[in-house]
């Protein structure tokens, strides 16, 4: 296939969702697997015409679960590997979330929030998944999660998502909205030669040496990675195991294999968190938001200004890592009076602020199904 029929390259209006199926193939989509699901059927619908056509492979599973298992195998043998869920689905691939973080097969999941919990509201918009994206699996390991508010973000972010899971052999996640992944915006696609690439770090010896332990972390405790198929020894399991990928069913070995884990994503933080701000520097009010509701927390701040009070907008884009470092600078500027949370559920991301600051935290959230309006964020920042 040649660089230009796997990018369009130009200026689109595009669904948020598409911009998602192209970004992923920008970056080098090999293999999707997925089961459909409202409202994220619209990227496997784009994938399903697009992948064929340039020689990559389309799977259609049986299930979420299936979908899941199917990317993980998919990322050991070499393909950069994705699928996309919503809701319910997105908890039935929990189990092998953990699996793909203990076997450290970078893939990447793509989740369009809706209203919940259980079958919720299938077509209208929630932010529910923020802490099952984070915690949802058993035990600890490190993710990264990446939250568009347009649909040029939904292709940006989905390409440096893939780079992040290659980089640091990890699941990586894209947590748009429906809103977000329903709204049709101008999406630019630049060409094949300015689109990021990060990949895999990979074995230094030949298949040959025999001396190639696939679970040996240098200094950035990621380890490199051989594929399956290459010639190389190797053996994956979800069991705590040694350097040789074998179990190791000690205390010791797993204290050191999970730290590994979470730490591969908690040391490097600061190269990870990415966020947005707005008129931060002389804020007495901090609005923070996410994904859809961040256009309205937008409209918010200038509508407070208008109103004589300071207001500013700090925009997670990883909601994990979150920005909290950014927040502690926050609370260093004079007059800062309070932090406003608005979000599309019942408090979640707003207990990650409270955990910062001793100032008051305001929540402005519902369940979910429609949009939080800026007159409702407004009415918490003059209050």
Known sequence: MTASERILTGEHFMLGDHACAEGALAAGLDFFACYPITPSTEVAERLSHRMPKLGASFLQMEDELGSMAAIVGASVAGARAMTATSGPGFSLMMENVGLAAMMEAPCVVVDVMRGSPSTGLPTAVGQGDVMQVRWGSHGDYSIVAYCPNSPQECFDLTIKAFNTADHYRIPTFVMLDEV???MTERV????????????????????????FLPFQAAGDGVPPMAHAGEGYKLHFTGLTHDERGYPALTPEAHVALVRRLVDKVRLNAPAIVEHEELMLDDAEVVIVAFGCTSRSARRAVHLAREQGVRAGLLRPITLWPFPEERVRRQLRTRGLRRFVVAELNMGQMSREVERLTQLPVLRVNHPGGAMLRPEDILEAVLR
Not at 191 to 201: C, H, L, N, Q, V
């Open 180 to 182: 977000v992944g329903h």
């Open 188 to 211: 630019v696609i630049p060409d094949a030669k300015e689109i990021p690439f990060s990949g895999r770090k990979r074995p230094s010896t030949p298949p040959t040496d025999g001396r």
